[in-house]
């Protein structure tokens, strides 16, 4: 049985939640990262039941796929480093009795293994959760908009010099392939690796399990 829209709406906008995010963008905002709130979690969820879609999953895990993308970066609040599982643990314990317990179960799950690389996959909605969220590299992140002080953090810098972001699929060929243009004036290839590389391959770990392969073209040239 799937999950009534109406739940959906509920869950993403529960006043708990809501201020989850609100709190974790305000204090990685403060500690320097870029945007972790709701902008990103609304792209990450969009994105999520996008590729369950074109993967041809079922429409429930389409479905578990755009709940988990909109809360999965909700514990940052309270810790970055656990931010994963302790936005699992919160999820489980606000809607312990409003879902079945094997759709709580993968909610909770993908939540929880989105920043947790040395764990095996063993469903598909946190796979696609896992390239849905390390995919979304975009200017319009950098909360920063002094130039000088954007060149002293390297995350910022890469996360700028990306002016465009897109993730594709070909069943066909079965591949998964995100798209960037990055202005190397600004940034060179290198420091991209330098912070995405373990990313990068989560994302093919992940699209392995769900039977694809996953690429990365930067300015047109195919680098994974």
Same mark, same amino acid.
């Given at each position: ?97 409003? +879902?079945?317990?094997? %759709?709580?179960?993968?909610? #909770? ?6 920043? =947790?690389? $040395?764990? /095996? ?27 000088? +002080?954007?060149?002293? %953090?390297?995350?910022?810098? #890469? ?6 972001? =897109?993730? $594709?699929? /070909? ?54």
């Amino acid at each position: 049985m799937n999950i009534p829209n109406s739940l959906i709406k509920k869950i993403c906008q529960h006043p708990h939640i809501q201020e989850f995010i609100k709190f974790s963008e305000e204090s990685l905002r403060a500690n320097g990262y870029t945007n972790h709130g709701i902008i990103h979690c609304q792209l990450v969820a969009e994105r999520a039941k996008n590729l369950a879609k074109e993967l041809k999953l079922s429409e429930k895990e389409q479905n578990l796929s755009y709940i988990s993308g909109y809360c999965h970066d909700m514990g940052n609040f309270l810790n970055r480093k656990f931010h994963h599982l302790i936005g699992a643990i919160l999820f489980y314990d606000l809607f312990k009795n409003e +879902l079945k317990v094997q %759709d709580l179960m993968a909610i #909770v799950q993908a939540i929880a293994f989105h920043d =947790k690389k $040395e764990m /095996n996959f063993i469903n598909p909605v946190s796979a696609v959760l896992v390239i849905a969220d390390k995919s979304d590299v975009r200017r319009e992140r950098v909360y920063q908009k002094n130039f000088d +002080l954007i060149k002293k %953090d390297i995350h910022n810098r #890469v996360n700028f010099a990306t002016y465009s972001s =897109k993730l $594709e699929t /070909n069943t066909d060929l079965k591949d998964i392939n995100l798209f960037l243009k990055i202005d190397t004036n600004f940034v060179s290839l290198i420091e991209y690796f330098e912070i995405f590389t373990q990313r990068m391959i989560y994302c093919q770990k992940a699209a392995k399990y769900l039977g694809y392969n996953f690429h990365l073209i930067i300015n047109e040239i195919k680098i994974l």
